[in-house]
């Protein structure tokens, strides 16, 4: 046998003998397994690739929670996971985002930085979006709710000195209310509506999508009224003792008024105190006054329609 084959069988015989000795030795195994999920996470962050890195990290911690490098890794691991979180935001990727959110949430499940970044992010790539997507609608209220819950406990963002308790828990009621109505406006989804106001009642970004979106919905009911009223016979409407019928009809069309007229007159006054745009102003005006002058027959004028308005003010 030549001196290269004798010195590459020697080679693979030690090889075999190697792999019989980790075999046989497990706790050898182990380390050496360990050694190979640092180095992956050594490799990665020296090349300054810190998403394969915090992949590397998150899987050694995973494998290894008390291994050698564990504490180690785990301190360098929560600043590079927001690292992470700010490169997927800046990709506006939300999928991404959700993903290295949720691995740092599954350890620190009350980060309200996180919780709000990513509730924050949805909001803006998704439910502000035109048209509107619900592609992560469950998510949206998931993290929207649990935010809530902290900010009412009184926990307020890392690093933020002039944080903003009611601006924060009306844009995240908002949230919850937007994916609420997402198949129907529901009472659930009304009172969300009119919690998030109530929090912020003169930002137009707020209360005005609010009482925009009731609007909506107490139009379409006191259209509905209005509808069922009038398909009475004209003489049952208007005989001197009306009917139970007539009166059922008429008492549902009067609250739908209300309704309306109550919403309508917070938007018209919320239009006049931040003078939003004159058009969208006589619009709801417009609705605001027919509804009015259901409800008041006899101020044709409508002229008691603006102490109305001031009175939302």
């Known amino acids: 046998?030549?001196?290269?084959?004798?010195?590459?069988?020697?080679?693979?015989?030690?090889?075999?003998?190697?792999?019989?000795?980790?075999?046989?030795?497990?706790?050898?195994?182990?380390?050496?397994?360990?050694?190979?999920?640092?180095?992956?996470?050594?490799?990665?962050?020296?090349?300054?690739?810190?998403?394969?890195?915090?992949?590397?990290?998150?899987?050694?911690?995973?494998?290894?929670?008390?291994?050698?490098?564990?504490?180690?890794?785990?301190?360098?691991?929560?600043?590079?996971?927001?690292?992470?979180?700010?490169?997927?935001?800046?990709?506006?990727?939300?999928?991404?985002?959700?993903?290295?959110?949720?691995?740092?949430?599954?350890?620190?499940?009350?980060?309200?930085?996180?919780?709000?970044?990513?509730?924050?992010?949805?909001?803006?790539?998704?439910?502000?979006?035109?048209?509107?997507?619900?592609?992560?609608?469950?998510?949206?209220?998931?993290?929207?709710?649990?935010?809530?819950?902290?900010?009412?406990?009184?926990?307020?963002?890392?690093?933020?000195?002039?944080?903003?308790?009611?601006?924060?828990?009306?844009?995240?009621?908002?949230?919850?209310?937007?994916?609420?109505?997402?198949?129907?406006?529901?009472d659930k989804a009304i009172g969300l509506y009119e919690k998030s106001t109530g929090y912020a009642p003169l930002d137009p970004q707020i209360a005005g999508r609010n009482l925009g979106a009731l609007i909506a919905v107490r139009q379409k009911a006191y259209t509905e009224a209005v509808n069922a009223y009038n398909a009475l016979p004209a003489e049952a409407r208007g005989a001197a003792e009306p009917s139970a019928e007539v009166t059922a009809a008429r008492d549902t069309l009067n609250a739908a008024a209300d309704d309306l007229i109550d919403v309508s007159a917070r938007f018209v006054a919320l239009a006049e105190v931040k003078n939003l745009p004159q058009a969208t102003r006589d619009r709801v005006y417009a609705v605001l006054e027919s509804a009015y002058k259901t409800r008041n027959p006899d101020d044709a004028e409508a002229a008691g329609l603006q102490a109305v308005i001031d009175s939302k003010k």
């Open 1 to 186: 046998m030549s001196l290269r084959k004798s010195l590459a069988a020697l080679a693979g015989l030690a090889v075999v003998v190697g792999l019989i000795a980790l075999s046989a030795n497990p706790v050898l195994a182990q380390e050496q397994d360990e050694a190979i999920a640092y180095h992956a996470w050594f490799a990665a962050n020296q090349a300054q690739d810190n998403a394969k890195a915090v992949e590397a990290a998150e899987a050694y911690l995973a494998q290894f929670p008390s291994g050698e490098y564990a504490e180690f890794l785990s301190k360098w691991l929560a600043p590079a996971q927001l690292s992470k979180l700010n490169d997927a935001i800046k990709a506006g990727d939300v999928d991404q985002m959700l993903g290295v959110g949720k691995a740092i949430l599954a350890s620190d499940p009350e980060n309200l930085n996180v919780l709000y970044a990513l509730a924050y992010q949805i909001r803006l790539k998704e439910l502000l979006a035109s048209p509107r997507s619900y592609a992560h609608a469950a998510e949206a209220t998931d993290l929207s709710n649990k935010a809530i819950s902290l900010v009412d406990s009184g926990k307020t963002l890392a690093g933020v000195e002039s944080f903003d308790k009611d601006a924060t828990l009306a844009w995240l009621y908002q949230n919850v209310a937007f994916v609420e109505s997402k198949d129907g406006m529901s």
